[in-house]
Every structure is written in C-alpha cells, then in structure tokens.
C-alpha cells in the first residue's frame, strides 16, 4: 500500500513553487512589476562595469555632472557559469548563442544607497534565433554598487571617464 503523501508531493511542489515565484514577484516595487501574462524564462547576474563620463547633463544643459556612458557586464547563470553579455549604447543583452535584445527602459526604483535603481525596460524583437528570442521584459533587481562616481565633475576634468564595479539580477521574461 502507498502512503498518502507520497502521491500529494508531485502536486505540491509545484504549487509550493509557484507560491514562492508570486511572493517574489510581489516583494518587487510596483513600479517595475512585469505585466500580468508573462513568466520568467531565464535568470542571470550581470558582473562587470559601468562607465560614466564628466559632461553636460543630457536634462541640464550647461550643468556638468557623470553621465552614463555604457555598461560591460557578463551574464552568469546561477551557477556562475557564463552565458551571456550586457553592453551598450545601445544596452543589449546578447546571449552566448549570439541571440539578442535591446531594450526601452519603462521605469525604475530605488535599490538602496551606493546601487543603481532597480529597472524595468520593453525588450525589442530579437536579432537572431536563441535564448532571447521572445523576450518581452528584462527586470534588473538586486543591484550592487554602479552608481556615478563621488569625485566632483567640473571644468578641470571634463571629458574624463570613470569606471565603475556592480552587479545586478537580470531576469528574463516571456508572454506565457
């Protein structure tokens, strides 16, 4: 004879699962919640760098300040094995099949003093065929580190670039 529990294991683990996708889900701000309709397709943590450059603030003419200039991270999958690269201008995410994705940001939240704000953008159609085919938004949660420079931005260095260490999640999503 079968014991009981045995056979209700396969229907909760999946449940179980799913519970926890939501709660996850829900423990992200508003503001960059993915919309109803989509599921995670895959999960990466960027490693890598920000540059920002000494030079008028693109909303300030006239203002100086470190402005973004790109980003040069490598995708790890969560067993740290490499599996892609985030680079940019334009920010792309191109996985190690050669599929990628450029994005539109939508919104941000704050992710905590000294990291760089949480981030939802609208992925474009894919170039190529792959892991980024279907993409339809990329969140950036759990961000480490990134954010500009303290080092004053003036006349004197203008021009100058500085690069910056950060992580952060990129999680992939797809209609479903």
């Not at 000494?54 to 203002?63: L, S, T, Y």
């Not at 990134?146 to 004197?156: I, S």
């Amino acid at each position: 004879m079968q014991k009981p529990h045995l056979k209700m294991t396969p229907v909760l683990a999946p449940a179980l699962l799913l519970g926890l996708a939501f709660a996850a889900h829900a423990m992200v701000p508003e503001s960059i919640q993915v919309p109803a309709g989509h599921q995670v397709a895959w999960e990466t943590v960027g490693v890598g760098e920000i540059t920002y450059e000494c030079r008028d603030k693109p909303d300030a003419p006239g203002e100086l300040g470190w402005v973004f200039a790109g980003p040069d991270a490598v995708l790890n999958d969560r067993a740290g094995a490499e599996v892609g690269r985030y680079y940019g201008p334009p920010a792309t995410w191109e996985a190690a099949d050669g599929s990628k994705v450029t994005a539109t940001q939508l919104a941000v939240a704050p992710a905590g003093e000294g990291n760089i704000p949480y981030q939802l953008v609208q992925a474009d159609p894919a170039m190529g065929e792959g892991a980024m085919t279907g993409v339809t938004y990329i969140q950036r949660l759990d961000t480490r580190g990134g954010v500009a420079p303290a080092m004053a931005c003036g006349e004197a260095n203008k021009g100058e670039r500085q690069i910056v260490r950060y992580q952060a999640d990129y999680i992939f999503w797809k209609a479903g």
